[in-house]
Structure formats: structure tokens, C-alpha cells
């Protein structure tokens, strides 16, 4: 019995031990693919170091060069600021001083055109003076050779009747006249 008693045992042990606890298949799998496993954790573990290094240092370049280029894009937006500035600046004082210019010529032109007038005006009243006078001086040429002419005339008329003198004298008489006209006239 005591093989019986130690095959009824070790049956009874199967028996109970036929459903695997979770610390026997923990056992069981540390045994058969622990080695593996540990080499797996080990290069995970350090994938993982490489990879968290790798980003770090990816982190760090994209930091570094995102502080430049920002550094960089504030540099050029201060210059294109301090440009228009300065732009700005030469444009008032270019306004400013084509305002001034603008202003002297304006006041340049209107005593120009204020002597220019005085000056028309002043040569307008000696032309009207000179037409005056000279029409004046025709008004009396003219009365004069009308009086000339009268008294010719008369002279001529009467002398006319006195002597009866043929048409020949008298066509004469007429181109006398017409030249003393034309001598008046000039």
C-alpha cells in the first residue's frame, strides 16, 4: 500500500495540480522564454534610451533652431521696421520741404504775374495815350485836307465858272486833286 498510497498521493496531487495556478504559468513561461524575454526587455529598454536620446536631441536642435530663426525673423523685422522708419522719415521731411518750395513758387508767381499785370496795364494806357493822340493828329489832318480840299474846290470852282474851261482842264483838275488827296491821306 505504501506504492498505492504514494501513486493515490501523487494521483491526487495531478489531480488538484491538473489547473495551473498563475504563478506556475509565470514559473513555466519564465523557464521556457525567460532568457528571450529579458533579452527582449533589455533591448526595448534600450531602444527606448536611444529613441528618448534621439528625440531629446532632435527636441534640442529644433529648439536651438527655432530660436534662431525666430532671433533671425525679429533681426529682419527690426531692420524692415527701422527702414520704414527712416523711409517714413525722409518722406516728411521731403513733404515738408516741397511744401516749402511750393509755397516760395507760389509767391514767386503771383509777383510775377502782379508786376506782369502793372506792366500790361502801364503799356495798354500809353497804347490808348499814343492811339489818342494819334487820333487826334488824324482828326485834324483830315479836317485840314477837308478844308484844303473845300477851299480848293471853291477856288476851282469858281475859276471853273470864270474861264468855262474844256472837259481836258477839267480832268485835270480832277487827277491834281486826287493826287493832293492821296498826299493827305499818307
Known sequence: MPRNAAAQAKQKNQNSDSIPHDDDVDKIRDIIFGGQMREYASRFDQLEQRLGKTIDGLKQGFEVRFEKLERSVENRLQQVSDRLSSEREERKTSLVSTRGQLR????????????????????????????????????????????????????E??????????????????????????QDGK
Open 104 to 155: 516760395e513758387l507760389e509767391k514767386a508767381l503771383k509777383k510775377q504775374l502782379t508786376e506782369t499785370d502793372k506792366r500790361l496795364v502801364a503799356e495798354v494806357e500809353e497804347i490808348y495815350g499814343t492811339l489818342e493822340e494819334e487820333k487826334e493828329e488824324l482828326s485834324a489832318a483830315i479836317e485840314k485836307s477837308r478844308s484844303e480840299i473845300s477851299k480848293t474846290l471853291e477856288t
Open 157 to 182: 470852282t469858281a475859276r471853273l465858272e470864270r474861264h468855262k474851261l474844256a472837259s481836258k482842264d477839267l480832268a485835270q483838275l480832277f487827277v491834281e486833286l486826287s493826287r493832293n488827296l492821296k
